[in-house]
């Protein structure tokens, strides 16, 4: 391992990585895995077919644990995002977003009622921000306790349940979602029926002490391989999911990047639970008005792959510039290069014709709709 490397934060796994032949690289302040021999296509399609495993232990895991009642810390969450907390069952987890004043996305998570408290799972490269909001936000509705004992698996894939009820059957019954906590011979595992693949699966909480053991338990199976940051990557951009930092960031709203599904229609105008939530005006304003741009697939019309900063222009020669790549590469499902970006108010319906510019030289490419393969989420 490099000195570079060295320097890194490590996770329970980073032997289980070396003795498995991963490259490493610099990820979010770790040291995290891109790629294993079998190589970044073979492993998105193993996924798409079995099952992959992945260490997703350097995201941030949170437990908010109320100070007075759970109505409290869940008004509190509110406020903070225009994501419905309240009404959300027990034994549930709902994705939600972070935004600061002016309606951009601070970060996006998933946050699970575990009944006597919230589980909160955020990025890594945003973690230690998203503590302190917490902190300074919901101090006085909750203590806001950031976990460190406990790696964070990812096991997606449509053989995902199969493996995974082999050692806790009780995941046959969970639906897209759900969450369940369940003492085994690994420790207490915290397990939602989840993940940012598009393909059914799970992630899973698991002691430190026994990562290593859990996740070669799981290696065990002829379905399963481990997968690295690349396929991760090409996973979630065929799935159509955002990238934080590159898809959305503190510039970008819930709206524009088409992700209004995540708004409930409580936190809407004339929802019962209207506002309250950092950003709320521009974010109602443009719920009823629409947006400048909007995120959109784009698929390109050569081999070529539109990758991230490629400009969008609405002319193969002269003409304006319209948008941007903000994810882009090749799709090993799709069997094409694909990406998706952002384009101004009136370029964005799907069959629009556009051009990227790579290398010098505008090529052809097609907005679409997302994703660019259907998920198979368990419901």
């Known amino acids: 391992m490099s000195e570079q490397l060295t320097e890194l934060k490590q996770t329970p796994l980073k032997d289980l990585h070396q003795e498995l032949g991963a490259k490493m690289v610099p990820f979010a302040g770790y040291a995290m895995p891109v790629q294993y021999p079998m190589g970044v296509m073979a492993e998105h399609l193993h996924t798409r077919a079995h099952a992959g495993l992945f260490d997703v232990s350097h995201m941030g895991q949170v437990i908010l644990t109320p100070s007075g009642g759970m109505a409290a810390l869940e008004a509190g969450l509110e406020a903070l995002m225009p994501v419905a907390v309240s009404g959300l069952a027990e034994g549930r987890q709902r994705y939600g977003l972070f935004t600061n004043a002016q309606g951009g996305i601070l970060d996006d998570l998933m946050f699970a009622n575990r009944g006597d408290h919230v589980f909160v799972v955020v990025n890594a490269a945003c973690k230690a921000e998203d503590i302190a909001h917490m902190q300074a936000h919901l101090g006085d509705v909750a203590q806001v306790q950031p976990v460190t004992d406990r790696a964070l698996l990812a096991l997606q894939g449509p053989q995902a349940e199969t493996v995974l009820a082999n050692l806790v059957p009780d995941v046959r019954a969970m639906r897209f979602m759900d969450v369940l906590t369940v003492d085994t011979l690994f420790g207490a595992l915290w397990i939602s029926r989840s993940g940012y693949t598009g393909e059914d699966g799970f992630e899973i909480s698991v002691p430190d002490a026994t990562a290593e053991d859990f996740a070669r338990a799981l290696l065990a199976r002829d379905e399963v391989a481990p997968i690295g940051l690349g396929a991760r990557d090409s996973l979630r951009l065929e799935a159509g999911l955002c990238l934080y930092g590159h898809d959305i960031d503190q510039t970008t709203t819930p709206v524009a ?5 995540a708004i409930q229609k409580s936190r809407r105008a004339g929802g019962a639970r209207e506002g309250g939530f950092p950003g709320a005006e521009r974010i109602l304003s443009e719920l009823a008005e629409g947006t400048s741009e909007s995120r959109v697939g784009l698929q390109p019309q050569t081999r070529a792959p539109m990758r991230e900063g490629t400009e969008i222009w609405d002319a193969p020669e002269g003409g304006h ?8 590469g090749f799709g090993p499902s799709i069997g094409a ?6 384009v101004a108010k009136g370029f964005a319906a799907p069959e629009t014709q556009l051009w990227g510019e790579v290398r010098g030289k505008r090529l052809p490419v097609t907005v679409c709709t997302l994703p660019f393969r259907p998920s198979t989420y368990k419901r």
């Open 337 to 342: 290069p694909i990406a998706m970006g952002y």
């Open 321 to 328: 510039k319209i948008g941007r790549v903000t994810s882009g």
């Open 257 to 261: 990047a088409g992700l209004t599904w």
